[in-house]
């Protein structure tokens, strides 16, 4: 087969149309069509890019070692990573340094709205509702960093202390555990057993058969069967690359969920200049609702993109109960 019939087949295989391969190499669905009838060929990294794709080498792409028969039992790769507590300790910040700002942001929110309301108004209810909930946060918080730091350490103190080797296969990974050389465990996964991949900076957080994984991204092979995976399982990866235009609606979306508490609260406090009575403006809060659901619904939508979208979810959920709680104390005190 030539390399355009060798594309065509390939991407049929996988269930991609032109347009769909086209958004994954970031080339138009015609260049694609234009590869597949052999009127123009791919570039050197667009064929690097395609092999990564499908799951084969260049070599296989181009026809160059189509005489050759495939060998399940043959090693394809093979990798051998030791860690160190540095190494490790950046790992986990990365691993939760995003839900630590958001968690404090939130709180540092709270706080400033707490200020705000003892500023505007004089209503212990109205500010026992907003200190109860920064002191849940606080506790949720307080509870996911020991629960975490916990697990954390027993990933840790494991893989400092050892050096992994992973021979891939055709089919399989072989993973093995040596202790100062020492041979100490070997286990074999299929592909199928991957659970998750989270992409952290330069390495891949690996969860295999119920174990985790560590491999560093720079040093897997530009055609490593683990991005040929990555390319056919998106589903599996917690960490994608966030078009900009979500990225961008995310952030508006959060800073107008907050915006909107802090004008609620403002426009009460002017309405309340006229008719002599902060309890008789909160109506207004719910006016503000359509900012924070919209949060809260953009995140519900974009979870499985990224964690990113974790902080429209809690900033949705948060200022919506607000704005009710608020709104809601209005209609109770007619």
């Known amino acids: ?46 064929l ?33 990573f030791s860690y160190t507590q540095d190494e490790l300790q950046k790992l ?63 990933i840790a103190d494991r893989l400092v202390l050892s050096t992994y080797e992973f021979k891939v296969f055709e089919k399989e990974i072989e993973v093995s555990t040596y202790r100062e050389d020492e041979k100490t465990g070997e286990s074999r996964y299929t592909f199928a057993d991957i659970e998750k991949i989270r992409q952290l900076d330069r390495w891949l957080y690996l969860q295999l ?23 056919q399982n998106p589903s599996k990866i917690v960490e994608k690359q966030i078009p900009k235009k979500w990225g961008v609606t995310s952030a508006v979306l959060s800073v107008a969920s907050l915006l909107s ?26 006016l503000m609702l359509p900012f924070p659901l919209a949060s809260l619904i953009f995140g519900l939508k974009h979870k499985s993109n990224g964690s990113v979208f974790l902080r429209n979810i809690i900033l949705g959920i948060l200022v919506s109960a607000i704005l009710c709680i608020f709104g809601l104390y209005f209609v109770l005190l007619r």
């Not at 260049?58 to 026809?63: A, I, N, Q, R, T």
């Not at 490593?224 to 995976?229: L, P």
Request: with cysteine.
């Open 1 to 46: 087969m030539t390399v355009g019939e060798k594309i065509q087949f390939y991407r049929k295989q996988l269930g991609l149309s032109q347009d769909d391969l086209g958004q994954k190499l970031f080339v138009s669905r015609q260049t694609v069509s234009l590869w597949e009838k052999n009127q123009t060929a791919p570039t050197i990294s667009n």
């Open 48 to 80: 690097i890019r395609l092999a990564e794709i499908f799951g084969i080498s260049v070599d296989e792409l181009l026809g160059l070692d189509a005489a050759a028969t495939p060998d399940e039992t043959a090693v394809k790769e093979t990798y051998r």
């Open 92 to 154: 986990k910040r990365l691993q939760v340094g995003r839900v630590y700002k958001m968690y404090a942001f939130t709180l540092v929110f709270a706080g400033l709205l707490i200020a705000f309301l003892l500023l505007t108004a004089k209503h212990p209810v109205l500010l026992g509702v907003v200190i109860g909930l920064n002191v849940f946060l606080l506790i949720v918080l307080v509870i996911f960093t020991c629960i975490y730091g916990k697990l954390w350490k027993g």
């Open 209 to 231: 058969g119920g174990d985790v994984f560590i491999l560093r991204r720079d040093e897997l092979k530009e055609s490593s069967a683990f991005f040929s995976y990555m390319y």
């Open 261 to 286: 508490l802090f004008g609620a609260v403002a426009l009460s406090a002017w309405m309340a200049k006229s008719n002599g009575s902060f309890v008789k403006s909160l109506w207004v809060f719910f």
